[in-house]
């Protein structure tokens, strides 16, 4: 049963800390999504990815916050420096990239605490 | 932009009892429906979809219907149980992106 996994599952930092957060998406997806997800504003993508590119990164806090693909098996998501604020859990997706209509499958998330 | 709306909760129902959960949606074109379903700490999950008009979604008991003319894809389930206890979010893609509601949390108790 292919799934996407993440890690850390769960992280505790203080504030100006650098985190990073790692995916692996299933293996065969080309396209890669990150959401935050708080309860104030619930889910927000923050950024995506096919085969690699970064399509849209328009939800991300550009000074502080990034996104990468280094290989077609792991998306990381860095913040630094991270602040109270950045506490949310952050899921990582992945998909087939169908134009619409695609399903996407979610990992467990991490949740994140800055202090 | 596209958007969707969901019924706030919570929802709070017993075991058997008969389940709606009401989404519409605004959006160009004709997107893809969805249901995802979030259990406590864990990611979301497909529940159902529907890709056009009149198609219907299902799975598990679920049950949900792309009404163009109303722009709904109200959720539904005929007798609930206390493992459907989860946050129910209705979500719509007209491109590769996914436009989430802010999600319903059902409880149902014994």
């Known amino acids: 049963d292919a799934r996407v996994t993440q890690t850390p599952r769960h992280k505790v930092t203080e504030m100006g800390q650098e985190v990073t957060m790692r995916c692996q998406p299933i293996?065969?997806?080309?396209?890669v999504f990150w959401y935050r997800q708080t309860m104030m504003q619930g889910l927000e993508l923050l950024a995506y990815?096919?085969?690699?590119?970064?399509?849209?990164d328009s939800g991300m806090p550009k000074d502080r916050f990034s996104a990468e693909m280094p290989d077609a098996t792991l998306a990381t998501l860095k913040i630094q420096p991270s602040e109270p604020r950045d506490s949310a859990v952050y899921f990582c997706?992945?998909?087939?990239?169908?134009?619409?209509?695609?399903?996407?499958?979610f990992g467990p998330g991490t949740r994140l605490l800055v202090l | 932009g596209d958007s969707v709306t969901q019924m706030e909760g919570p929802v709070t129902l017993s075991e058997e009892a008969f389940l709606t959960i009401n989404c519409t949606y605004t959006?160009?074109?004709?997107?893809?429906l969805f249901w995802y379903v979030q259990y406590p700490g864990e990611g979301l999950q497909l529940l159902l979809k529907?890709?056009?008009?009149?198609d219907k979604g299902s799975n598990k008991g679920f049950e949900a219907t792309y009404r163009k003319e109303t722009t709904s894809f109200h959720l539904e389930k005929g007798s609930v149980q206390v493992s459907d206890s989860a946050v129910y979010f209705c979500?719509?893609?007209?491109?590769?992106?996914?436009?989430f509601g802010k999600g319903t949390k059902l409880t149902v108790n014994p």
């Open positions: 529907a890709t056009k008009a009149d």
């Open positions: 959006a160009t074109g004709y997107p893809s």
């Open positions: 990815f096919r085969n690699r590119a970064p399509l849209d």
């Open positions: 293996l065969g997806h080309n396209t």
């Open positions: 997706a992945s998909g087939l990239g169908d134009t619409k209509g695609g399903t996407q499958y």
């Open positions: 979500a719509l893609s007209g491109s590769e992106k996914l436009v």
